[in-house]
């Protein structure tokens, strides 16, 4: 019972759709009509500028920690069962996800799983991070950066032999994946869309000006 309270908290802590908030209430805009339909980051960026996308950033990263901490809410997880972690963090996820305020649509997961992976394991963390601002500014594409941070974290956690974050993350890239298949399909097409920053950005733009 204790496990489901906690799930049922970290999936309307994750749930909270901030991105859909801040497009309405400060640009007056409807992030599920506009672009990609996400709520996530990339969309908020795009369509709402810098500042929006840092914000909603911020905040989907505090829905993975705060869900992810609800695992503690009935007193310290023991040692041996650290999986408690992804097992209530994974409540927010599918809460970003699949938001109950807007319809079950919502983000593709990454900044909040980030969230619950810093919970969990903090150089873990900062690795996925690395991986996705390395990917980022190679390919100046957000949905590459994402990819490559999960599966960074699989491989590392394969090569650690941390069991638990393995199957979470192998789990969840898969998700991913799938979350980004129509940005996968514009990849293949040589059509996805860039972000003002990073290697390719810089050289398109220095094409333009020949």
Not at 3 to 16: R, T
Not at 32 to 60: E, H, K, M, P
Not at 172 to 183: C, E, K, P, Q
Request: proline share 2%; aromatic share 14%; glycine share 12%.
């Amino acid at each position: 019972m204790h496990f489901l309270i906690s799930f049922a908290l970290a999936y309307l802590i994750g749930s909270v759709p901030f991105g859909y908030v801040v497009g309405k209430v400060f640009f007056h805009k409807d992030l599920l009509q506009l672009g990609s339909g996400s709520i996530g980051t990339t969309n908020t960026l795009r369509n709402l500028g810098w500042t929006a996308g840092i914000s909603v950033l911020c905040l989907d990263v505090l829905k993975g920690v705060f869900g992810a901490s609800m695992a503690m809410l009935w007193g310290p997880i023991p040692t041996n069962m650290p999986w408690l972690y992804f097992a209530v963090g994974i409540g927010a996820i599918l809460g970003h996800t699949y938001s109950v305020w807007i319809g079950f649509k919502g983000g593709k997961a990454v900044a909040t799983s980030v969230g619950v992976l810093l919970v969990y394991n903090l150089q873990m963390a900062g690795l996925a991070f690395s991986a996705f601002g390395i990917a980022l500014f190679l390919t100046s594409m957000v949905s590459v950066g994402s990819m490559v941070g999960f599966i960074t974290v699989t491989i590392a956690s394969f090569v650690t032999h941390d069991w638990y974050l393995f199957v979470v993350a192998l789990a969840l890239t898969i998700f991913v994946i799938y979350r980004h298949r129509t940005n996968i399909k514009r990849i293949i097409n040589r059509n996805e869309n860039l972000i003002p920053f990073g290697l390719v950005y810089w050289l398109k733009g220095k094409d333009k000006t020949k």
